[in-house]
């Protein structure tokens, strides 16, 4: 089993529409989350981190987190073709020093 | 603004050739990373150093060493490239203050025939 799991993709969605993107992850002792964005061709981004159960916005984007179930979503609401990216879901270990990623969700938004 | 830089975009190696890539950061982080990336594998962490001639192995570091002299410089040496060691690398640097200061330069496509 992978450290941190992600859905291939692509997952294709309509401009406007909300894109729905799960991570899970193995180490029950995780403690901080991060979802980057890659652009093709481009390094990784940050857009959102989390740390705490529940849910934090932040403009069109909404983290979740569920640490009794041991996953992250990330949901783009009204999304826009310069959404269109690989969404990369990244944790932090108890006690690590290092970010371990998962391999990447491709979101297509279609106008 | 923040810069992390590598010093070359693209490059072409043949298999045997000692390979080196630097990364320069201009925000006095302490912490630097070299990630390759690979598709379906996600970022995997090859070496890491948290301050001036200190250095620790991260996850896949087998083949390669790292150098870090200064605090705004690190390398990534490939002692005798391999063509399994062709992929896309990216420096990171963070402050210790946090992970949300973490930023990636723009990437090296090394290709070792």
């Known amino acids: 089993q992978k450290e941190v799991e992600q859905n291939s993709g692509p997952l294709s969605v309509p401009e406007g529409a909300i894109a729905s993107l799960n991570c899970t992850y193995s180490?029950?002792?995780?403690?901080?989350f991060f979802w980057y964005r890659q652009y093709s061709g481009k390094s990784p981004e940050l857009i959102m981190s989390?740390?705490?159960?529940g849910d934090k916005e932040d403009g069109r984007f909404t983290a979740q987190l569920n640490k009794a179930s041991q996953y992250v979503s990330l949901l783009i609401r009204d999304s826009q073709p310069s959404d269109s990216a690989t969404y990369l879901c990244?944790?932090?270990?108890?006690?690590?020093?290092?970010?371990?990623f998962g391999g990447g969700t491709r979101v297509l938004v279609k106008p | 603004d923040v810069k992390v830089t590598q010093s070359s975009r693209y490059l072409v190696k043949r298999t045997g050739e000692k390979v080196f890539l630097e990364c320069v950061q201009d925000?006095?982080?302490?912490?630097m990373f070299w990630y390759r990336q690979d598709p379906g594998l996600g970022l995997r962490l090859i070496y890491f150093?948290?301050?001036?001639?200190?250095?620790e192995k991260g996850d896949i570091p087998e083949g390669y060493s790292v150098s870090r002299e200064k605090k705004e410089r690190f390398s990534l040496i490939l002692e005798s490239a391999s063509t399994n060691q062709t992929s896309m690398y990216l420096c990171?640097?963070?402050?210790?203050?946090?992970?949300?200061?973490?930023?990636f330069g723009p990437g090296t496509r090394l290709t070792v025939l």
């Open positions: 180490d029950r002792g995780s403690q901080s």
């Open positions: 150093s948290y301050d001036v001639k200190m250095k």
């Open positions: 990171a640097s963070r402050a210790t203050s946090g992970w949300d200061t973490q930023y």
């Open positions: 989390i740390y705490s159960n």
């Open positions: 925000m006095d982080h302490e912490n």
């Open positions: 990244a944790l932090l270990k108890a006690a690590g020093n290092k970010l371990t």
